[in-house]
T-cell receptor
Framework: KAGVTQTPRYLIKTRGQQVTLSCSPI?????VSWYQQTPGQGLQFLFE???????NKGNFPGRFSGRQFSNSRSEMNVSTLELGDSALYLC?????????????FGNGTRLTVT | GESVGLHLPTLSVQEGDNSIINCAYS??????FIWYKQESGKGPQFIID?????DKRQGQRVTVLLNKTVKHLSLQIAATQPGDSAVYFC???????????FGSGTKLNVKP
């Protein structure tokens, strides 16, 4: 099976702009989670989608949003970008029907805000 | 909220030696734990997991130990190889679907 695919790999944006990141999960996985990784805060949970519904949400401002499509592909959007949003954004998929199943991560989108 | 931390930020070992990476967690209700390996430029890669009804689980060259009494998790890597050089994270699931809390990571350097 193909792994989790994230596009694009790199993005450079300016403060105030918005950005959309895309994630294709492993075939058959219906749960998609998003994490932000920074040197200072480590890996932090953003949100999780399962069957097109947000099932869980982390402690990020409303500028961070996401959605999931019927084919389980997911997008996350960050509006009104701030310098502090510069980070590696990781998408992970799992078989959300099974309790305690591992997350499988993509290689991330590196976002730089200038 | 939960916190998952690592005792050692950097660990250097000689090739062929065994490595032990430690992790402390704070939520006694957590029932699922995972170790991940992250190489430069890549996303975290699943290594091994363990559920709270177990105290030990073995994989290929890796063993995870769970001590619920002191809320401690460890990853043992046997016969460490240069390819094992990476940052290792522990992750804890507080029984909240796929909302995992990650430790701050330990960098493992394997010296040839």
């Amino acid at each position: 099976k193909a792994g989790v695919t994230q596009t694009p790999r790199y993005l450079i944006k300016t403060r105030g702009q918005q950005v959309t990141l895309s994630c294709s999960p492993i075939s058959g996985h219906r749960s998609v989670s998003w994490y932000q990784q920074t040197p200072g805060q480590g890996l932090q949970f953003l949100f999780e989608y399962f069957s097109e519904t947000q099932r869980n949400k982390g402690n990020f401002p409303g500028r961070f949003s996401g959605r999931q499509f019927s084919n389980s592909r997911s997008e996350m959007n960050v509006s009104t970008l701030e310098l502090g949003d510069s980070a590696l954004y990781l998408c992970a998929s799992s078989d959300g029907d099974i309790d305690n199943s591992p997350l499988h991560f993509g290689n991330g989108t590196r976002l730089t805000v200038t | 909220g939960e916190s998952v931390g690592l005792h050692l930020p950097t660990l250097s070992v000689q090739e062929g030696d065994n490595s032990i990476i430690n992790c402390a967690y704070s939520n006694s209700a957590s029932d699922y734990f995972i170790w991940y390996k992250q190489e430069s430029g890549k996303g975290p890669q699943f290594i091994i997991d363990i559920r709270s009804n177990m105290d030990k689980r073995q994989g290929q060259r890796v063993t995870v130990l769970l001590n619920k009494t002191v809320k401690h998790l460890s990853l043992q890597i046997a016969a460490t190889q240069p390819g094992d050089s990476a940052v290792y994270f522990c992750a804890e699931n507080g029984n909240n679907f796929n909302k995992f809390y990650f430790g701050s990571g330990t960098k493992l350097n394997v010296k040839p």
